[in-house]
């Protein structure tokens, strides 16, 4: 066995370079500054770009700009950034282009703590654009998903042509943690498809009510066109109502409809558990040493770890907590995908245990939680 | 080809704009060029200067306000073979500023064509970073109180090295659009116009006025030598390609077998500079050659060389799952501002938990069993003395051996530094055996 020792910011820099990122661009602001440097050591050397822009929304701008030129592109900011990011991250996902972009969260809100990790953005990442179409948001909770899941995300960007997040921590992202590499094991790697040279190419038509759209690079042979503003298959503007709900029903159904394509997630089922803990992200690992010691203990406890967190995977929800008295949903916030699962499970009782002060959940709060509430 | 603009998609301003003068101009630049409609790519702001990339059958990319200098930088850096021409009003000129001054900086090979009409005609003619203060505009007196901006100006102070300001009447437009597009470089162009339907209704804006305004401001007539440098595309590419590349991330084998088999927590504190956090990492990497998991948690200021230093040290022969320190096994406490910052933690300490102290530096009161060291009388550096510590560990046989410890500074350092470092770990222990 050999193990390779990584911040989870370097894994998701060598994940974005194992799945083809050949374009980045960012803007330093701890703790996700390590991607950028990261970054700037990986790409130049083989041919690729990383470039730091003058603020955060320029940094999207160049990534959108050479996404639709055909680069694999990526980004990443901390809760801040993404504030910024907010308009040019509607335009990506009303004009089908793929990003990945990682969300290194830090305790805001606003300036906050930057050396202070928190899950705050998790529904600003699903609701924070305008337009409220969904999003695609994965979520490590350790290294070795840092590098997995941001293969995948580029993955899931090209063949879904939208924004897929990476909802990091500082905790994750600027903690250093030995993985062994080779045993992660990686997807093959996606491009999006092209249009076919056979047909006058539109750059947004796409077959059936769940498609996505062929790609013709901008600044190809054949024309093509991108745009912020409401389109046709045509990319130009349209006022039509019927072909305007049709896109946006479009926009949601391309990523709901493929969903159990992407569901990650981890568990940890116990036979005899009444309990079943909903995690995800950091707190997933204090979860789960809460869950041994509670299990050595005579109180065995269940534990699902969500890696997908957007779209919400209700079926696999529903699934998993049929059966259990209680269902716990940990989290390091105040209360933000608990009403995701109360939504789901509307027939259990959901309790919550939630913390907003730059620590860690420990495993003992959440033994204590579990064997109390 | 006759023509770049799409006839079955005519110019629609409204009657008498500019913008449409501008677009025959620009189509005429194209066509002078000999370039096919493929290899151009027309990036619009909003406001009626976004309609432009409409009107051609070119490669089109119409974005947000503001931002159309930076998805022509993404695309230009993707494809540098491409012409990309951006067009943009005054509009876009104020709520991009930033970009602006750094696509002038940066000295891409992109065309930005200001469609400068002084007022925001689409939204009903508010006043915009050049209206000028004696306008009548849909702002109310705000104008009035402003100072409108000189787009050729900034441009040049910040660096662009080919700026025009030019009347859309100008007979030779397309001429001087040609010019700039073939500049193998930034190019703006400050493109004065008339806008009838918002402001020239309440301000009275002919050919002859606009001639006069330009004629009494300094001149703009292309190429800026004192701004003359390297493309920006070119000159990444050109320092991109003498860049090393990064080495794959290391993987350790498993070497030696672990000294323990159950989960450690290990504190290193101290002050900058004391390499505390290199420390860690050696540690990390020592438990990594006995096939150990290893987690690492720095905690330190944002200044440089001054405050605490702390360093947490998780390892386990198991995956370790939650990464923080409730109780330690060991703590290294080599400096009072990392002491003072992880105080807490010492009342945690179990009776064999091993506090190793500088013999300089307080501790808290705490239940561990502690060796006090004094590691000036030994001659230890304080830079050194972390390292010193992690020596005393190997020789103690205390989480890591000799053999480890020697192991991860190969993997660390190369070179002479690894030769120091691993004369100081050797020659500490020669000092701590002989008492
Ligand atoms: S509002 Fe002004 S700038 Fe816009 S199309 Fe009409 S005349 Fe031209």
Redesign the pocket.
């Known amino acids: 066995m050999s193990l390779t020792l990584l911040e989870g910011n370097e894994a998701v820099a060598w994940g974005a370079h194992r799945a083809g990122c050949n374009f980045f661009a960012g803007y330093p602001i701890t703790p996700a500054t390590t991607i950028l440097n990261t970054m700037m050591k990986i790409l130049p050397p083989k041919g690729g770009i990383c470039i730091q822009g003058e603020d955060e929304i320029a940094s999207m701008g160049f990534c959108l700009g050479a996404s639709m030129a055909g680069m694999k592109v990526m980004t990443a900011t901390s809760g801040p950034g993404i504030s910024l990011y907010s308009e040019n991250i509607s335009f990506a996902i009303g004009s089908e282009i793929p990003i990945v972009i990682i969300d290194v969260q830090r305790l805001g809100p606003s300036t906050g703590s930057a050396t202070k990790g928190a899950d705050g953005d998790i529904q600003f990442l699903r609701w924070g654009s305008s337009g409220g179409l969904p999003v695609i948001v994965l979520a490590p909770m350790d290294v070795s998903d840092c590098y997995l899941l941001t293969v995948h995300a580029f993955n899931l960007a090209e063949t879904f042509r939208c924004p897929v997040f990476i909802a990091s921590n500082k905790e994750i992202g600027m903690t250093r943690e030995s993985l062994e590499l080779d045993a992660v094991a990686l997807p093959p790697m996606v491009q999006r498809t092209a249009a076919p040279d056979n047909a006058p190419y539109l750059p947004f038509a796409t077959t059936g009510i769940s498609g996505v759209p062929d790609f013709m690079p901008v600044g190809g042979e054949t024309i093509a066109r991108q745009t912020s503003s409401t389109h046709g298959p045509d990319g130009y503007i349209t006022v039509d109502p019927e072909v305007i709900a049709k896109n946006q029903a479009r926009l949601r159904k391309k990523l709901e409809d493929s969903l159990d394509t992407f569901t990650f997630y981890d568990e940890h089922m116990e036979a005899d558990a009444e309990v079943l803990v909903i995690t995800y992200g950091i707190s997933a690992r204090s979860v789960m040493a809460a869950a041994k010691k509670c299990s050595i203990s005579g109180t065995p406890v269940s534990v699902l770890t969500l890696k997908t967190l957007w779209p919400v995977p209700e079926a696999l929800i529903k699934k998993k907590a049929s059966g259990y008295k209680r269902v716990l949903v940990v989290e390091m916030n105040l209360g933000q995908y608990i009403h995701e699962i109360r939504r789901i499970l509307s027939n259990h009782s959901v309790g919550f245990l939630g913390q907003m002060d730059g620590n860690l959940i420990t495993p003992s709060q959440i033994e204590e939680f579990i064997t109390n509430a | 080809m006759h023509s770049f603009i799409d006839s079955s998609r005519p110019p629609a301003?409204?009657p008498g704009?500019s913008?449409e003068v501008v677009t025959r101009a620009l189509d005429k630049a194209f066509l002078q060029m000999g370039l096919h409609q493929n290899q151009v790519v027309i990036v619009s702001d909003i406001g009626?200067s976004g309609l432009f990339d409409i009107f051609f059958k070119t490669h089109a990319f119409h974005g947000l306000h503001g931002r159309a200098l930076t998805y022509a930088t993404g695309i230009k850096l993707a494809r540098p073979d491409l012409h990309v021409v951006v067009t943009m009003g005054d509009g876009g000129l104020g709520i991009g500023g930033a970009h602006l001054l750094s696509t002038c900086r940066r000295n891409i090979d992109i065309t930005l064509l200001i469609l400068n009409?002084f007022n925001y005609?689409?939204t009903g003619g508010q006043f915009s970073a050049t209206t000028p203060p004696d306008a009548l505009v849909g702002s109310g007196f705000l104008n009035q109180i402003e100072k409108p901006m000189d787009a050729c100006r900034v441009m040049r102070a910040a660096g662009a090295s080919y700026v025009t300001r030019i009347s859309a009447y100008q007979s030779d437009l397309s001429a001087e659009m040609e010019q700039a597009i073939r500049f193998n470089g930034f190019s703006a162009m400050d493109i004065w116009g008339i806008?009838?339907?918002?402001y020239a209704r309440r301000n009275k804006t002919t050919f002859k006025t606009i001639q006069a305004a330009i004629e009494s401001l300094p001149p703009f007539h292309g190429p800026v030598p004192e701004n003359f440098r390297e493309e920006y595309g070119e000159h990444y590419r050109q320092k991109a390609s003498m860049q090393k590349p990064l080495p794959a991330p290391m993987e350790v084998a498993k070497k030696f077998p672990a000294l323990f088999n159950d989960r450690k927590e290990i504190l290193i504190l101290g002050s900058a500079g004391q390499r505390i956090v290199t420390a860690g990492e050696i540690l990390s990497y020592a438990g990594l050659t006995a096939g150990l998991h290893a987690t690492q948690k720095n905690d330190y200021p944002i200044t440089v060389l001054r405050g605490h230093s702390a360093c947490e040290v998780i390892l386990s022969p198991d995956k370790i799952d939650y990464a923080g320190i409730t109780a330690p096994d060991v703590i290294l406490a080599l400096g009072q501002e990392g002491i003072d910052r992880k105080k807490a933690l010492f009342s945690n300490c179990r009776e064999d938990t091993f506090v190793l102290v500088d013999s300089t530096a307080e501790i808290p009161d705490c239940r561990g069993t502690i060796l006090s060291i004094d590691f000036k009388g030994k001659k230890i550096k304080r830079q050194d003395m972390a390292m010193a510590a992690l020596s005393l560990l190997a020789q103690q046989q205390r989480l890591i051996n000799p053999d480890m410890l020697e192991a991860a500074l190969s993997i660390r350092f190369k070179g002479s530094t690894l030769d120091r470092v691993l004369a100081l770990v050797r020659h500490f222990a020669i000092v701590e055996n002989n008492g």
Request: with cysteine.
């Open positions: 301003y409204c704009c913008h009626c009409n005609g689409m806008c009838p339907g918002r």
